[in-house]
């Protein structure tokens, strides 16, 4: 059927203050309009991202850009599908943020990964990407909410444990992690306020960010398949209680410039359900130093502040002394975490190998407490990972230290 003349020319005046073009259904047959923000349709191959989206939009496998805090509204859906590869902004505020209701369906594959990446490949060129939820939180004084330290200052924290805030499945992001310049702000390459077990996080990979690789801020969501790769912070974080039950294979290599292989806490709160975690592999390279000269955050698994964990299946390797400072397979960080939680079995890190580090076999306490031994089994191996472009940067393997 063919589109009336008059219509469409008159639809294009109305809306031509919008710098995003995509393909709408217009109920005939589906002509392109130039459309505000992100009403429903599909983004045209080499388009911008537009900075709000509020309704459905879909992007197919090609080439886009993100300039700008790109945020996905409550109750709108922006699904990627796989090959599509997005160069973010290093001039401006990058980052794409899915904000609470509002959901991300991006499905790449090993072979056709969905890819976010920057043009001049310097760590911390943006933000990455950020996912608020809708699940719940125990955040400093057991509070149900808290602020975001993103630079965004929104409000996280629900009461939905099941909530789904999309599926993610086979997507690199490479370069983020960006610092904030008013000093206490900062976001991560991957960052999950509150995300809920309804959500699917399969096969992701975090590249040379300048923060951490993935960082939980409480929730329920589990994530499987995860690489975190030359971070300069913390490979992977949480705090505010997150308590995913169904996370495995999670796989670290430290290079360079790296702190803790996990850093772990509850943000205070003793009454907290430690998440589950089967295969865990952390890797620090040789001449790999923490971002501070002198720093202690050289330990490869982290707990502070009533942090739990029920890990299985550990294998750590190239954790050494460095800068005078003892590097620990576990490093209980104060005496309440060890009466709280290690004491009661809410820490629990079993069978673990560690080899080519120093202090095999103890646990490391910077208080008062002392060091606890504990075996070290050698029949554990490092995790096992799909082969593909989706862990594949420049030509070279992610996995090849597996």
């Known amino acids: 059927m063919k589109t009336n003349l008059l219509t469409l020319l008159s639809l294009t005046l109305l809306l031509s ?31 911008k991202l537009p900075n709000v989206i509020t309704g459905n939009l879909t992007v197919k496998k090609g080439n886009y850009t993100l300039e700008g805090v790109v945020k996905v509204a409550d ?66 004084n057991g509070n149900a909410t808290a602020i975001s330290e993103d630079g965004n200052t929104i409000t996280y924290g629900g009461s939905d444990a099941n ?24 976001t991560n390459t991957f960052t999950f306020y509150a995300v809920g077990d309804g959500t699917i996080l399969e096969n992701l990979v975090a590249y040379k960010g300048t923060d951490d690789g993935f960082e939980f801020f409480g929730g329920t969501v589990s994530a499987k398949n995860l690489v975190a790769y030359g971070n300069y912070d913390d490979s ?37 359900t430690p998440p589950k975690i089967s295969n865990i592999t952390l890797i620090r390279d040789n001449n790999t130093n923490p971002e501070v000269a002198g720093s202690v ?67 490391g306490y910077t208080e008062t407490n002392g060091g606890k031994t504990f075996p070290n089994t050698a029949t554990v191996t490092k995790v096992s990972l799909p082969a593909g472009a989706w862990a594949t940067v420049d030509g070279v393997n992610l996995l090849s230290a597996l």
């Open 297 to 363: 955050e050289i330990s490869a698994i982290q707990f502070k502040r009533q942090g739990t964990g029920i890990f299985s299946n550990v294998y750590i390797s190239g954790y050494k002394n460095t800068g005078g400072k003892n590097a620990y397979p576990i490093l209980i960080q104060d005496d309440l975490t060890n009466t709280n939680q290690v004491l009661t079995s809410k820490v629990l890190v079993t069978p673990i190998n560690q080899v080519n580090s120093d202090n095999i076999g103890i646990w």
């Open 236 to 272: 992977f974080d949480w705090q505010d209680a997150w308590s995913g039950q169904n996370n495995s294979n999670w796989f670290a290599f430290q290079t360079v410039t790296g702190n803790f292989g996990m850093e772990i806490e509850a943000s205070a709160n003793i009454v907290n």
């Open 75 to 140: 109750g709108a859906t922006l699904t990627i599908e796989a090959g599509a590869n997005f160069i973010a902004s290093t001039a401006t505020t990058t980052s794409l943020v899915i904000l609470q209701g509002g959901k991300l369906i991006a499905t790449g594959s090993a072979s056709e990964p969905i890819v976010f990446t920057t043009t001049n490949k310097t760590p911390g060129g943006w933000g990455g990407i950020t996912i608020f939820g809708k699940a719940p939180i125990k955040a400093v």
């Open 17 to 47: 203050v919008s710098s995003c073009t995509i393909e709408v259904n217009d109920g005939m047959d589906g002509g392109v309009v130039t459309a505000p923000g992100a009403t429903s349709g599909i983004l045209p191959d080499g388009s």
């Open 163 to 186: 909530f789904s805030s999309g599926i993610l499945q086979y997507i690199r992001v490479e370069y983020a992690g960006k610092k904030i310049g008013d000093g206490t702000s900062e």
